[in-house]
Every structure is written in C-alpha cells, then in structure tokens.
C-alpha cells in the first residue's frame, strides 16, 4: 500500500526534552482532500499538527511526504518541500499592509509573485478592495483571510491550519470553510485543526479524534458525524 501524500506515521513526541504529548498518534490526508483534527481541548490536536511541521521533536514514528521521509528536517525545510503552516495566533504582520503581508509570503520564491497574489485577491476579494490597509485594522475574519493567502504565497502542496475559525463568527467561518474548500478543489492538501467540530467535519474528506494525544476515532468526516459515539462524547449528542 503506497502511503498518504502527506502522513504522520505513528507519532510520539512533545517539545524539547519534556515528557511525551502524542502517543502513537497517526494524522494523514491525500493530494487535493480535506482532512480534520478534532477533539477535547487538551488532546494534543494542535500538537499532532505541529509534529507533522516540524515543531516539535517526534521520537518515534515518522513524517513522510509524497513518500520522503521528512522527519528530520526543520520547518523551514519542509515549506520549500511544499508545506504551508498557519498558526492560529500571530499569523500576520499588524503594521504591514494586506499586500505586503502577501509579499512577505513569498520570500523563498525567486519567481514573478504577482499571479499568485492576483489568484489571492480572487479567493478573497475583500483583500483586494483592502490590499493597502493595515492588517491590523482588519476584522479577525479578514486577519484569517490574510493568513491563509499569505500562506498560498509559498504554492504550498499541503496547507496546514491550527484552528482556522477560532474567534469569528458564524456567518464567518462558514466563508471560511467554503474559501478552503475551494483551495482544496486546486489540488492542494489541506491538513486542520478545529474546535468547530461538527462543522468541520462536514467538509472534511477525512477525520481524526484525538484524545490525550492517542487516535481515538479516524474515518471520513460523514462516518465520523454517523457515529453514535463520536457525536455523543465529542459532537455534543
């Protein structure tokens, strides 16, 4: 069986020298699909993607990407191998305006930038209309919008997203979630996590839930929503 395009492989790890948060955690999604880390706060969600980055020291299992080990190399590294990440804090530069935030994106490439921002401001066209104001003066919704485009400035093969919609409302997030979706119909991967469990689940091609770091649960995002148990203990009934 060829691997994922992008996996975790049985990851355990926490930071530094500290005592271990995932636990033979296994996260995986395919080219061009959707794939959702869910669960109880605590449960090493934001862990298990950070992992997969690069941010913390995985001591067993590995990380491959379109069949590379990749376990070794820095976050750095792994963005000029394809992957994006979008922390859920402190994703933008305040002071910048919204073209320079997009610019700022794009420092490893030594190529013409200006379609991949014009393919931004089609994705988001509320960054357009906005593209020489502040980041900081945005709406959190539009701060996100800012994030993730700033991200899509590396070409990224896979996205990575750390709790896209926390903060924002409704209305907001399902944008959101249809903009990703839409970045996911490209072909890119897109790997997230998301207290909006429920909702996100709805769009996700796969499902994981997570608890003290372990797997608990993993399935298509429809089968996950079906299980009696997940939506009991994690979906609110």
Do not use: W
Not at 69 to 78: M, S
Not at 169 to 177: A, K, N, Q, R, Y
Request: proline share 4%; net charge negative.
């Amino acid at each position: 069986m060829a691997d994922p395009f992008l996996i975790g492989d049985a990851m355990s790890g926490g930071y530094g020298s500290g005592p271990d948060i995932l636990h033979g955690c296994t996260i995986a999604v395919e080219k061009g699909q959707i794939a959702v880390i869910v669960g109880p706060n605590g449960a090493g969600k934001s862990t298990a993607m950070k992992a997969v980055f690069g941010m913390l020291n995985v001591r067993d299992g590995a990380v491959r990407l379109a069949g590379e080990d990749i376990t070794g190399l820095t976050p750095q590294a792994r963005v000029a191998k394809g992957m994006g990440f979008v922390p859920q804090t402190s994703n933008i530069f305040t002071s910048m305006t919204v073209e320079e935030n997009l610019e700022m994106g794009a420092f490893l490439r030594r190529d013409d930038i200006m379609t991949t921002i014009e393919q931004v401001y089609d994705l988001f066209p509320i960054l357009r209309n906005k593209r020489n104001q502040a980041a900081g003066e945005l709406s959190g919704g539009q701060r996100q919008q800012v994030a993730v485009g700033r991200a899509l400035m590396t070409q990224p093969k896979v996205l990575m997203l750390d709790e896209p919609t926390a903060g924002v409302s409704p209305i907001v997030m399902d944008e959101l979630f249809d903009r990703i979706i839409e970045v996911a119909r490209t072909g890119i991967s897109i790997l997230m996590v998301e207290q909006n469990a429920r909702q996100a689940l709805e769009i996700a091609d796969k499902g994981y839930v997570l608890v003290q770091g372990r797997n608990a649960f993993a399935g298509t995002g429809q089968d996950l929503l079906a299980d009696p148990e997940v939506r009991k203990s994690f979906l609110g009934g």
